[in-house]
């Protein structure tokens, strides 16, 4: 999924505190970006997130990668950091973007827009060609996070009833893809908002 930037008339002026998730190849950080330019605001991944623990280790990712499947330590730091972000930038009423797989029920009642990111295997696959993980190894490993996730803390991560809009991003390309998006949060009107779905904290 090839990056792009809003046009100049796409600029938009919205204190909204915005989450993006999805699984590897969904086109998440590209999505990001775009909307953080588009809003002219600072942004945060989890993958960043967890390359700064790696630095902080002296570890390398791959080992890092390895020592979340002996302990459930990393992941839970991971989600702390996440959790502090969407502290502070649920309050601030500032635009901000917090982009990881589990970013959207972290941030919960937090965040203005949430947005959920998919595309069929096969092209999120070809998009992680290059990537040193497998296919098969990659499904393994989604599997294996999402039963971490609903062991650690409850949460079903195929739930989707959370999030505001869900974007299919192998039926657009990025451009559209992000037109999408700025059309639903330039469009999002707080006094007609009628409630988004609940979802209650859980400790980390």
Same mark, same amino acid.
């Given at each position: 999924?090839?990056?792009?930037? +809003?046009? +100049?008339? %796409?600029?938009?002026? $919205?204190? #909204?505190?915005? *989450?993006?998730?999805?699984? +590897?190849?969904?086109?998440?950080?590209? #999505?990001? @970006?775009?909307?953080?330019?588009?809003?002219?605001?600072?942004?945060?991944?989890?993958? @960043?997130?967890?390359?700064?623990?790696?630095?902080?280790? !002296?570890?390398?990712?791959?080992?890092?990668?390895?020592?979340?499947?002996?302990?459930?330590?990393? !992941?839970?730091?991971?989600?702390?950091?996440?959790?502090?972000?969407?502290?502070?930038?649920?309050?601030?009423?500032?635009?901000?973007?917090? @982009?990881?797989?589990?970013?959207?029920?972290?941030?919960?009642?937090?965040?203005?827009?949430?947005?959920?990111?998919?595309?069929?295997?096969?092209?999120?696959?070809?998009?992680?060609?290059?990537? /040193?993980?497998? *296919?098969? @190894?990659?499904?393994? $490993?989604?599997?294996? /996070?999402?039963?971490?996730?609903?062991?650690?803390?409850?949460?079903?991560? &195929? !739930? $989707? &009833?959370?999030?505001? #809009?869900?974007?299919? *991003?192998?039926?657009?390309?990025?451009?559209?893809?992000?037109?999408?998006? #700025? *059309?639903?949060?330039? %469009?999002?009107?707080?006094?007609?908002?009628?409630?988004?779905?609940?979802? +209650?904290?859980?400790?980390?």
């Amino acid at each position: 999924m090839s990056g792009t930037s +809003p046009e +100049p008339d %796409r600029r938009i002026d $919205r204190n #909204l505190f915005i *989450t993006v998730s999805g699984p +590897p190849g969904c086109g998440a950080t590209t #999505l990001v @970006e775009g909307i953080a330019e588009a809003l002219d605001c600072g942004y945060v991944s989890g993958g @960043e997130l967890f390359r700064e623990i790696a630095a902080e280790r !002296d570890m390398s990712l791959s080992q890092l990668i390895a020592e979340t499947g002996e302990s459930e330590e990393i !992941d839970r730091a991971l989600d702390q950091r996440l959790r502090r972000i969407a502290e502070k930038w649920g309050a601030a009423n500032k635009a901000f973007v917090l @982009e990881s797989r589990l970013a959207g029920w972290i941030a919960g009642n937090r965040a203005d827009i949430r947005i959920w990111l998919d595309a069929p295997d096969e092209v999120r696959a070809d998009r992680t060609a290059e990537r /040193e993980e497998m *296919t098969s @190894e990659m499904q393994v $490993r989604e599997v294996i /996070e999402e039963q971490r996730y609903k062991s650690y803390y409850g949460v079903d991560l &195929s !739930d $989707r &009833s959370i999030y505001d #809009l869900v974007i299919n *991003t192998g039926r657009w390309d990025a451009a559209a893809t992000l037109d999408l998006a #700025l *059309t639903g949060i330039e %469009r999002y009107d707080v006094d007609a908002d009628e409630g988004a779905f609940d979802t +209650p904290d859980f400790d980390i």
